[in-house]
C-alpha cells in the first residue's frame, strides 16, 4: 500500500499484513477460535454515538492524566512482548514515539529491549513496567527493584495469566523466538536462578507462570515498592471491587488481546460494570481492540481514563520503525480530535455516557 494511503489504523494493518514474515501468528492471533480477538474488535460497532449540535469547539483541548502525570491525550501503547521481531527499532522505537507524544508507554517483561535501556533512552516518557508475580518470588522482586531504578512511574500487575492460553495458530506454526532475538530481562532473571542458561525463553516463562497467585500476593507486591500499582487484566465487577479494597492505584480492563480465554466478552462490554463497580475510587484503563481514536472516544464516555492501543502499534513499526508508530499516534490523536468536535464538546471532561448509545436501545422502525 502506497504511503499517501495510510489513512487509518486498518491501512496500516494492510500494510503489515504478510510482511511480519514467520512472526505474524504470534503477533496477530488469539487463542482457541480466537472469538473474544474477533469480538474485542466488533464491540465498538454495537456503540453509537450521541452528538450535539450548535456548541463552540472552535478550541478543544484532548489532554488529561494518569496516575497524576499530564499526557497530551487518552491514548497510550500497551506492554506487548518481544516487539523487535516485528522492527529493529522494537520497545525503544515505541517508547520514543510515546515520548514524543507525550502519551503513556508500557514496556513488557518479555521485552527485546532492556528496562535500563529504556530508561536513558526515553527518559522523559511517561513509561511503566508490565510484570508477572512468578513463581520465584526473588525474580520479580529483582524486576521491580530494576524499574524503580531506571525511572519507571508505575508498575502493571498481569493477572490474567495464571497459565498460558491455547494459543492454536502459533502451536500450528510451530512459533519459536527467533534465534537472533534477546530478551534482557528474562536473561537477567535466568542468571538468578539454576540449570537454566540454555532453556528456550518461552519453556522458561511457562514455567516460571504461578496458578497460586492470590490477591495475598498484591499485598507482598506492594510491600516492597514505592511505586503505584495498576492490576491489568479484570474482567468483572467483583474483581474490581477485590482490587480497589487492596488499594490499587488503578485497573485496567483487559482480556490479553484475547490471548487468554476465548469466549470472554469484548473489553468494551465489561467496561461499564467495572467502571461502576470502581465508583471513581480509582482510575480505570482499557485496551483491546482499538482501531481508531473514534474507538477511544467511545471508551472514554463510558468511563475509562485511558485507552491502550497494542497490536496498531507493532504495525506501525513495521511500516516506518520509529517514525511509523509516531505517524500512527498522529493519526488516531488526529480522530480523537474529529470526534470531539463533531460530537460537540472542547474537553474529556465533558464526555460522558450521554454520548454513546448501545445499538440494541436504538429504537426500531
Given at each position: ?57 472552535s478550541k478543544r483541548d484532548m489532554s488529561t492524566t494518569v496516575l497524576g502525570s499530564p499526557v497530551s491525550c487518552p491514548v497510550g501503547v500497551a506492554p506487548m512482548s518481544m516487539c523487535r521481531m516485528a522492527h529493529l527499532d522494537g520497545e525503544m522505537g515505541i517508547a520514543k514515539a510515546c515520548e514524543r507524544h507525550r502519551v503513556p508507554f508500557g514496556l513488557s517483561t518479555l521485552s527485546t529491549v532492556g ?251
Open positions: 500500500m502506497e504511503e499517501t494511503r495510510l489513512l487509518s489504523v486498518l491501512d496500516y494493518e494492510e500494510y503489515a499484513r504478510g510482511r511480519l514474515g514467520p512472526v505474524e501468528a504470534y503477533f496477530n492471533s488469539g487463542c482457541h477460535l480466537e472469538q473474544t480477538l474477533k469480538d474485542n474488535v466488533s464491540a465498538y460497532s454495537r456503540y453509537r454515538f450521541r452528538p450535539r449540535v450548535l456548541k463552540d469547539v528496562i535500563e535501556e529504556i530508561g536513558t533512552g526515553a527518559p522523559n516518557s511517561v513509561r511503566w513496567f508490565q510484570l508477572y508475580i512468578f513463581k520465584e518470588r526473588r525474580l520479580t522482586e529483582t524486576l521491580v527493584q530494576r524499574a524503580e531504578a531506571a525511572g519507571f512511574s508505575a508498575l502493571v500487575l498481569t493477572v490474567d495469566a495464571p497459565v498460558g492460553g491455547r494459543r492454536l495458530a502459533t502451536a500450528r506454526e510451530g512459533f519459536t523466538v527467533p534465534g537472533h532475538i534477546r530478551l534482557p530481562n528474562i536473561d537477567a532473571s535466568k542468571s538468578l536462578t539454576t540449570d537454566v542458561a540454555n532453556m528456550p525463553y518461552m519453556e522458561f516463562v511457562a514455567k516460571q507462570l504461578d496458578p497460586s497467585v492470590t490477591w495475598d500476593d498484591v499485598r507482598w507486591l506492594q510491600n516492597f515498592t514505592r511505586l503505584p500499582l495498576i492490576v491489568k487484566g479484570i474482567h468483572t465487577a467483583e474483581d474490581a471491587r477485590e482490587a480497589v479494597s487492596h488499594g490499587v492505584s488503578a485497573i485496567w480492563v483487559s482480556n490479553h488481546g484475547g490471548r487468554q480465554l476465548d469466549g470472554v466478552p469484548a473489553s468494551l462490554d465489561v467496561l461499564a460494570e467495572v467502571v461502576d463497580a470502581v465508583g471513581g475510587r480509582c482510575e480505570v484503563y482499557l485496551d483491546g481492540g482499538v482501531r481508531s481514536g473514534f474507538d477511544v472516544i467511545k471508551a472514554v464516555a463510558i468511563g475509562a481514563r485511558a485507552v491502550f492501543i497494542g497490536r496498531p502499534a507493532l504495525w506501525g513499526l513495521v511500516h516506518k520503525g520509529t517514525e511509523g508508530v509516531v505517524n500512527l499516534l498522529q493519526l488516531v490523536k488526529d480522530e480523537v480530535d474529529n470526534a470531539m468536535a463533531l460530537l460537540g464538546v472542547t474537553t474529556l471532561s465533558e464526555v460522558n455516557r450521554n454520548h454513546v448509545i448501545h445499538k440494541s436501545f436504538l429504537p426500531r422502525l
